[in-house]
């Protein structure tokens, strides 16, 4: 059964433009992208992916030579970079090129996860990290935002944590610094420390 995903050929870049925008990576930026090259076979043959069966996950984007599909629920997300062939068009077995060792252990938690997806149609959340940090990087990407927009560190205090906390908390310093901090930290995730968090 064949997809009727909307495809583009003009590309992918690293940061969507809108909120809600599908974001793709290339695999030589994020190692937990799986390069793949598909070979169509019947819809009976034991290892035959189907992507119709995940139809409710997933997001593809074409470009000349290959397909970026894109697996989430929002939470979790799994993305092949398909080389050769097509998923789209039916049943295929999927080829995986793995060599050496950087990234291998990566690469080995995206089969176990596609694996699962394939098994269960739904994503296994035992396989992906609960992420602790996501309310920290929201703040930090926040401040910097407002940082990069001109606000004062009294106002991009003021965004994040309310009001009544500035102006009870604001003189004593701490504040002023942990904005500071989160200025800093958010620096380096802008200048490349975001691919440490791809996961």
């Known amino acids: 059964m064949a997809m009727a995903f909307a495809c583009s050929n003009a590309g992918g870049c690293s940061f969507a433009d809108e909120a809600g925008s599908t974001i793709i990576w290339s695999p030589a930026c994020n190692p937990y992208v799986l390069a793949a090259e598909a070979e169509p076979v019947a819809p009976d043959h034991p290892d035959a ?35 050769a062939g097509s998923v789209l068009e039916g049943p295929v077995c999927l080829r995986y090129a793995l060599s050496g060792f950087r990234g291998l252990e990566a690469k080995a938690l995206t089969l176990n996860r596609l694996c699962q997806l394939r098994r269960r149609r739904s994503f296994s959340k035992g396989l992906y990290l609960a992420e602790r940090r996501a309310s920290r990087y929201a703040l930090m990407l926040r401040a910097w935002d407002g940082a990069q927009a001109g606000a004062s560190q009294r106002e991009i205090a003021t965004t994040l944590f309310g009001e009544n906390v500035v102006r009870r908390d604001w003189d004593a310093g701490f504040l002023r610094t942990r904005v500071q901090r989160l200025i800093r930290s958010a620096e380096q995730l802008v200048s490349g420390g975001y691919r440490r968090i791809l996961r």
């Open 49 to 83: 992916f189907d992507i119709s069966y995940l139809e409710h996950l997933a997001a593809a984007l074409c470009y000349d030579g290959g397909e970026h599909i894109l697996f989430s629920d929002g939470a979790r997300h799994l993305q092949l970079a398909v080389v």
